[in-house]
């Protein structure tokens, strides 16, 4: 219970920060080109806070959090009086009108520089993305790897971490070939090219992109000595203390952690022997099994952690910069969201990324309420990713979006006259059924995977 509220409170600070800002974009640009605001809203529907400011707008809180709107004097919806008219949206030039719709994604985009240039002059804790295995006769296994190998680059693009690989192999999905420079076990610079023709993403495997071509991050030593055993668990029940090393689990000898966990998950509620080292003695204890279910599917549970080596030194950083040089990366990284994100609307028109992708207000909140739970500097990072995304998707040229208003402007300026307001209210018809389609969609593929 206290993980939905704490996703719900998360979910409505994100909303409200970005809706805010994307609002604020088109208020502040037609205040400046000399258009009359009436209501500045954050969300819809009933206003639950109201106050009229000495400009005359009002400003409002509305029930619904999912938006807000900017409402200006406009002779096509008001009775503007002839000393008004100036002041009307529909009186200003094709440019000024232009300005004013596009002034809300462009305060997405700004947005994002600012907070991914706070989040870096704070400082992220990083792990070098670093490949310990490839998965065999994955697209990966194409490659001659000389492990461990650290992943540098992805078509050209620097890669410092796994975030930034994953996001990378994200655009390079439904190209023919990936390239990728890393930095070999005998640090010797490589390029390595792989076959991508055949991969497809879909979400239902909820892997990152690397993982799905068959890379598998460096992970250190993991011993079958027992670290911890939780309270109350099958290995709890049946003796199991730590620092106990796991010698043998239903008759068969391990030396590896990897096989003693796959052997567990298999044998759910089963009751088995299990033999292990305790003060140079071996034991051998009755244990059953507990039984755990994830997607439909159950999977046998011990309750212990093994113990395992400290990961390098040398493969942990922080990411962290100074203002100038912060800046700089806020406004690159920002930029290649904001490629990726159309890249990715492309492929998904083109069936190259399931429509299974696609996320809903639940899965933004819980991606709130996880990021913010890890830290403001987390949260900062998906604040962005989602303010980029709400600015990208504003652009689409769909009637009731940004976008479409941008497509009808321009051609007006084709045809030197505006669109016939039947054939408006037709796109706007068209445009809303496409966008309710799509948050149908979104908000199915959220509620399977709650399901699930």
Not at 8 to 34: D, N, P, Q, S
Not at 239 to 265: C, E, F, H, N
Not at 343 to 350: P, R
């Amino acid at each position: 219970m206290l993980d939905i509220i704490w996703s719900l409170g998360a979910f409505i600070v994100t909303l409200g920060v970005l809706v805010t800002f994307h609002e604020f974009g088109h208020f502040w640009v037609a205040r400046k080109c000399g258009v009359k605001v009436l209501t500045f809203s954050v969300g819809f529907g009933k206003a639950i806070w109201q106050r009229e400011g000495r400009d005359g707008t009002v400003y409002q809180i509305s029930r619904i959090p999912l938006g807000g709107y900017v409402r200006m004097l406009d002779e096509r919806v008001d009775e503007v009086p002839a000393s008004q008219r100036h002041l009307s949206f529909n009186g200003k030039s094709i440019w000024q009108r232009a300005a004013i719709i596009a002034a809300g994604p462009v305060a997405n985009f700004l947005l994002a520089i600012v907070v991914l240039w706070w989040m870096l002059m704070i400082g992220v804790a990083s792990v070098k993305p670093v490949v310990g295995s490839v998965t065999e006769g994955s697209i990966a296994a194409q490659a001659d790897w000389r492990l461990p190998a650290e992943i540098q680059a992805v078509n050209g693009q620097a890669t410092a971490d796994w975030q930034q690989v994953n996001l990378a192999f994200a655009g390079a999905l439904g190209d023919a070939q990936v390239s990728i420079s890393v930095l070999d076990a005998q640090q010797r610079q490589r390029t390595l090219n792989l076959d991508i023709r055949e991969w497809r993403l879909n979400n239902d495997e909820q892997q990152p992109t690397f993982v799905s071509l068959g890379m598998q991050p460096f992970q250190p030593e993991i011993y079958t000595d027992i670290n911890y055993v939780e309270e109350g668990s099958p290995a709890a029940q049946a003796g199991v203390q730590v620092k106990d090393k796991i010698l043998a689990l239903d008759g068969t000898l391990y030396q590896d952690w990897s096989p003693i966990r796959d052997a567990i998950m298999a044998n759910p509620g089963a009751t088995v022997p299990l033999t292990v080292l305790r003060d140079g003695q071996e034991l051998t204890l009755s244990v059953t099994l507990g039984e755990r279910t994830y997607n439909d599917t159950s999977y046998g549970y011990l309750g212990v952690e093994p113990r395992r080596e400290a990961y390098p030194e040398d493969y942990r950083f922080v990411q962290q910069y100074g203002i100038v040089d912060g800046f700089v990366q806020g406004a690159e990284r920002t930029w290649n969201l904001m490629v990726l994100s159309v890249k990715m609307i492309g492929k998904l028109l083109t069936g190259t990324v399931s429509v299974t992708n696609l996320s809903g207000p639940v899965a933004i909140a819980e991606g709130a309420g996880v990021s913010a739970s890890y830290g403001l500097v987390y949260f900062l990072g998906f604040l962005a990713l989602i303010s980029v995304n709400l600015g990208i998707i504003n652009l689409l040229p769909l009637p009731m979006l940004d976008g479409g208003h941008l497509l009808f402007l321009a051609i007006e300026g084709v045809r030197k006259k505006p669109v016939s307001e039947r054939v408006q209210e037709i796109c706007y018809r068209i445009g809303g059924a496409l966008i309710f389609a799509l948050m149908v969609i979104a908000i199915s593929n959220d509620v399977l995977r709650l399901l699930k």
